[in-house]
């Protein structure tokens, strides 16, 4: 008892790795043979102080200051609002460009958050519901209300749609230990060095609790807001205008986001619709999962979780120091650790017959006591941004990566390389 009590302990502490410094800027993000893609950037989202949006279920702050509302507390009630950030310190667009297309970690391109704005509060949940002849009904008025708000939702989601000429919303779904304003600055990197594609929308849930269990309270918080999430995603789908959502997620946000893709899945098949289609689902990035790699098995392959998205890519790296604590703690092999060896072979036909879920080895992914590398190591930041950009899968053009097994792919130092040098390494 007492060494896993010491065990949890370091693991708290390993874990805060996920969090990362307030607003860091993005390290060495690969720009293409062209810079940055400022001529594809939307001329509404051409600004050093572009506007992100948000869904979140923290509680407010009492006293907190205005550009920090929300703290771990869980609120039932779902908020949708905008977050103003600023790249830099007097920067203009122009000069934005200039320091993005250069790549690096330019001291000018740190993130501030400016503002932040409540725009649309969801009902809180459950709503009141009764039982009549054995069907289960929301009340009237409850609906209505809560229907008022998703109208407002959808409409100001369309609207940022319209304004961006790229019909697509981009997800963002972080780990524990993380606050509500450093998820702000993950997404906002992002979606900048991708070249400002669609609409950034942060899903930002009750995590950051601290003390020695603050890890497992993560965890419970992480179920807490499975509900919203699908709601969120629901209105999202049906969102006029809307083509396309990519999802990306980080850690125990990935136990967050395939248990509700996976629960709106199973009702999609039910209601005979084909969920790719009718929920709309672009990529899936799953980077450093906190899963189990057996339940993902039989809760995930088993329900037919893969062909949801257009595709699905998962950063592993077997060396991640806080997934390797998680392990010896709560048993049972961490996703984000797995080799190819790993796959049965069983499994490796079920993922080649479906083709679309990459497995995608880390390589030195170093300090081994950290596992936030999706947003500090170079080579998965440039692949990721190369992902968002193109939508093209591993090995192509795009994204030049050696192939390892059937579904498992090498990201290597000082990626991307060119496909010649890519032959020359493998033979």
């Not at 949006?53 to 507390?73: C, E, I, Q």
């Not at 999430?229 to 980080?250: S, V």
Request: aromatic letters at 8%.
């Amino acid at each position: 008892m007492i060494r896993r009590l010491h065990l949890a302990f370091w693991l708290l502490l390993v874990i805060a790795g996920c969090a990362g410094p307030h607003l860091a800027e993005m390290p060495n993000v690969y720009t293409e043979s062209n810079g940055y893609p400022a001529s594809t950037v939307a001329p509404a989202v051409r600004t050093a102080r572009p506007t992100l949006f948000f869904v979140t279920d923290r509680a407010r702050l009492d006293g907190g200051p205005p550009t920090r509302p929300y703290g771990s507390g869980r609120s039932a009630e779902m908020v949708l609002g905008r977050v103003d950030v600023q790249f830099g310190e007097g920067l203009d667009w122009p000069g934005l460009v200039a320091a993005s297309a250069r790549g690096g970690r330019p001291a000018s391109i740190r993130l501030t958050p400016v503002e932040v704005t409540e725009t649309v509060r969801f009902p809180a949940t459950p709503l009141p519901f009764d039982v009549a002849d054995g069907r289960v009904r929301t009340l009237p008025a409850a609906q209505e209300a809560w229907n008022v708000q998703a109208e407002a939702f959808q409409t100001e989601i369309a609207a940022a749609l319209a304004r961006t000429g790229r019909p697509e919303v981009t997800v963002y779904i972080h780990g524990v230990a993380t606050t509500f304003e450093e998820a702000q600055g993950t997404l906002a990197n992002l979606w900048h060095w991708a070249g400002r594609p669609g609409v950034p929308l942060l899903y930002s849930w009750p995590s950051g609790n601290t003390g020695l269990f603050g890890y497992f309270r993560d965890r419970e918080a992480g179920e807490f807001t499975i509900f919203h999430l699908k709601q969120t995603l629901r209105m999202l789908a049906d969102t006029p205008g809307l083509e396309r959502i990519n999802l990306i997620a980080h850690s125990r946000g990935t136990d967050v986001a395939t248990s509700a893709l996976r629960e709106l899945a199973i009702a999609e098949r039910a209601a005979g619709r084909v969920p790719r289609r009718s929920l709309k689902l672009g990529t899936l990035i799953l980077s450093a999962p906190d899963l189990d790699f057996g339940i993902m098995q039989q809760r995930l392959v088993a329900e037919w979780f893969g062909p949801v998205p257009e595709q699905i890519n998962v950063y592993v790296n077997s060396g991640d120091g806080p997934l390797g604590l998680a392990q010896t703690l709560l048993t049972g092999q961490r996703f984000g650790r797995i080799r190819p060896d790993d796959l049965t072979d069983p499994l490796r036909e079920t993922f080649s017959r479906i083709g679309n879920v990459h497995f995608i080895g880390v390589e030195a992914a170093r300090p081994a006591l950290g596992h936030n590398y999706f947003r500090n190591n170079p080579a998965v930041v440039s692949d990721i941004v190369l992902t968002l950009r193109h939508h093209a899968p591993p090995g192509s053009e795009q994204r030049p990566m050696r192939q390892l097994d059937v579904n498992f792919w090498s990201l290597h130092r000082g990626y991307p390389a060119p496909p010649e040098a890519l032959r020359s390494a493998s033979e």
